[in-house]
């Protein structure tokens, strides 16, 4: 276990990208054949569109140095506001046989909170993407966490991460 948190970390109400969780991994730890695994709980994501009207993004990317690994993307539906969705993702990062070549995977589930009853056809929705990188991993490097939200207007889009868990596997 690299880290254990409990503090949380929120992404607004705004369509500019936004950093809620940032690691540095020591260099070296992931060599050639290691792994690293984040897991985190999501609360009080919100993809609210009463004042617009229309869908609305939430878009997480997990981050190795500077490049982007993964991007996921949940939409909300045209018609309906989706409130109150709790959600939790994991996020892994291999050593790809070099020092010099990563690849990673991400799972998110998101699911209407069980204290608002569910009233429209946003109740699940499970992203998952992969990706890879050619990061230098004998040097420290930070894996990044953000967010972005699709339309900056006062329905409080965005989400809370809540807890996270990183392991060096």
């Known amino acids: 276990l690299l880290l254990a948190t409990t503090t949380s970390s929120t992404v607004n109400d705004n369509t500019?990208?936004?950093?809620a969780f940032t690691y540095s991994l020591a260099g070296g730890s992931l060599s050639t054949g290691n792994a690293v695994r984040i897991k985190g709980i999501i609360k009080s994501w919100n993809l609210d569109h009463s004042t617009t009207g229309?869908?609305?993004n939430t878009t997480i990317r997990f981050?190795?140095?500077a490049t982007t690994v993964s991007t996921n993307t949940f939409t909300s539906v045209s018609s309906a506001s989706?409130?109150?969705l709790r959600g939790s993702f994991e996020f892994v990062l291999i050593a790809n046989g070099a020092t010099n070549s990563q690849v990673s995977g991400t799972v998110l589930y998101a699911a209407q909170g069980i204290t608002t009853p569910i009233t429209n056809s946003y109740i699940i929705?499970?992203?998952n993407a992969n990706g890879s990188a050619s990061i230098d991993s004998t040097v420290a490097q930070d894996i990044v966490i953000t967010g972005q939200v699709s339309v900056?207007?006062?329905d409080n889009n965005g989400f809370t991460i809540d807890e996270i868990v990183v392991e060096l596997l």
């Open 16 to 19: 500019t990208e936004q950093t």
């Open 54 to 56: 229309s869908s609305q």
């Open 63 to 65: 981050k190795y140095g």
């Open 82 to 84: 989706a409130n109150a």
């Open 125 to 127: 929705n499970v992203a």
């Open 152 to 154: 900056d207007d006062t």
